[in-house]
């Protein structure tokens, strides 16, 4: 029997973006400034309009999605929800596998949901350029298209081992009109500091983004734009999650495990904050965050004030963290490279409303590999990890009898990422546990965060 597909209708694209602040049984922590107290939303002016400062801290629980950034969702927005019955007939599980695929995005992953809001929001209030970073290109592809679309200018700081390791996602950026740099650069006080400290370093996302913050800061034209992390970047992702929810009604049915890749968390977040309501009003859902092993910052990291950049340009932010000068190893998953992660994610961890769990590389490749040869979708590596999740458990169901219904979001298509598989097939590829003692010493100067 062939995989089922569940549709929705342009009509049926949400209308408002579903905010998880207004829900939090604690108060979501503030973020502080450089002498420890909180920062108010002037604070941030200088890197973000008005309307995304006030998302950032709004607790209200619905926010008005504008038309313009509908039309554009429109593109590909409903994005369709499959049952994996391939998946499920060779695994030989009991269990209902549904994924949500937002590889069927122009840019080939879920980051245009965020990144046509914020290329909207920008160009309403005048800004002519604005500058990002980039893990796997995902992102940066993303900014690009939007930056396109609404008449901006866009600079990406591209991570550099991803910038050697995915050259066609260079390729995507420029084509849609942006500049894109290897990170660390020479072209900023922070990408010099980091050469000269190391001339051969690979990058990270949190050195990346002080670059991209400091050129943004430099010019009065100019805006950050971010991929990932922040409250108002999770909160347009929701609509993966809104969508969802809908198509499960649609076929009376409904998740009892919801699973997530989570770098930053905004993936993880726009999937599974949605299911919280579900979860709040009595209904049995777990809710898995899925990220590297390599660079376990929700599983092994420590709930702290920390900054979300290396050069300590941004403020401090509420969040599980390894610590912002934390170099992860250069795992072909770019985007979950980051040693932070959102507050909001960070801040449900903690509550234990959250579960998370971190897989190692070799693993998540076959899990991609057995869902390719099954499903069709050659997913990318940071969706491998919802996969391997999602398989792990479907197999658990396997040794217990459980006709569970599990549900993940395949956050993106892996076709800029073949060379991976290359080293996959070759063998060239190998697990990485970062070591005990080098996180310890990561985390030593980190600030806890009080919720008393």
Not at 309 to 336: E, R
């Amino acid at each position: 029997m062939g995989d089922v597909k569940i549709l929705l209708d342009e009509s049926e694209i949400p209308k408002q973006w579903y905010n998880v602040a207004a829900d939090l049984p604690v108060p979501l922590p503030p973020p502080l400034g450089p002498d420890g107290n909180p920062i108010g939303p002037e604070a941030l002016t200088p890197l973000f309009p008005m309307a995304l400062i006030e998302q950032e801290v709004s607790t209200e629980r619905w926010i008005p999605i504008p038309e313009p950034v509908r039309d554009i969702y429109r593109m590909w927005r409903p994005s369709p929800m499959f049952r994996a019955r391939q998946l499920e007939q060779a695994l030989g599980t009991p269990a209902k596998i549904y994924y949500k695929y937002e590889g069927v995005s122009p840019a080939g992953s879920h980051k245009p949901n965020t990144a046509v809001a914020q290329a909207y929001y920008n160009q309403k209030e005048g800004c002519r350029r604005l500058t990002t970073e980039t893990g796997a290109g995902q992102w940066g592809s993303s900014i690009a298209l939007a930056g396109a679309m609404f008449g901006l200018t866009v600079r990406v700081y591209m991570v550099k081992v991803s910038y050697q390791q995915k050259p066609f996602r260079r390729s995507m950026m420029e084509t849609w009109g942006a500049e894109v740099f290897a990170s660390p650069t020479n072209m900023t006080q922070s990408g010099r500091a980091a050469l000269a400290l190391d001339p051969n370093t690979p990058g990270s996302l949190g050195l990346a983004i002080s670059e991209a913050v400091e050129d943004a800061a430099s010019r009065e034209d100019t805006h950050y734009a971010l991929g990932s992390v922040l409250n108002h970047v999770v909160l347009h992702q929701t609509v993966i999650g809104l969508e969802a929810r809908e198509q499960f009604k649609k076929i009376n049915e409904f998740p009892d495990v919801v699973i997530g890749c989570c770098g930053g968390g905004s993936n993880f977040g726009g999937t599974a904050f949605p299911f919280l309501m579900d979860k709040a009003s009595g209904k049995q859902v777990r809710l898995v965050a899925v990220e590297p092993d390599s660079c376990p910052t929700l599983t092994k990291g420590r709930y702290a004030y920390d900054h979300g950049d290396t050069a300590k340009l941004t403020p401090l932010l509420p969040m599980y963290s390894l610590g912002h000068d934390f170099i992860p190893p250069g795992i072909h998953a770019g985007g979950l490279r980051y040693h932070g992660d959102s507050p909001l994610v960070s801040h449900l961890v903690h509550l234990g409303l959250i579960e998370a769990v971190g897989v190692p590389q070799l693993a998540t490749f076959q899990a991609g590999v057995l869902f390719a040869r099954s499903e069709g979708i050659l997913p990318a590596p940071e969706a491998n990890h919802a996969v391997r999740v999602a398989i792990d458990e479907a197999l658990a169901c396997k040794q217990t009898g459980e006709a569970k219904t599990i549900f993940f979001t395949l956050s993106g298509h892996g076709h800029f990422d073949m060379a991976a598989y290359d080293r996959y097939f070759a063998g060239d590829l190998e697990d990485y546990a970062y070591p005990e003692e080098k996180i310890n010493a990561s985390l030593a100067a980190l600030r806890p965060v009080s919720l008393g």
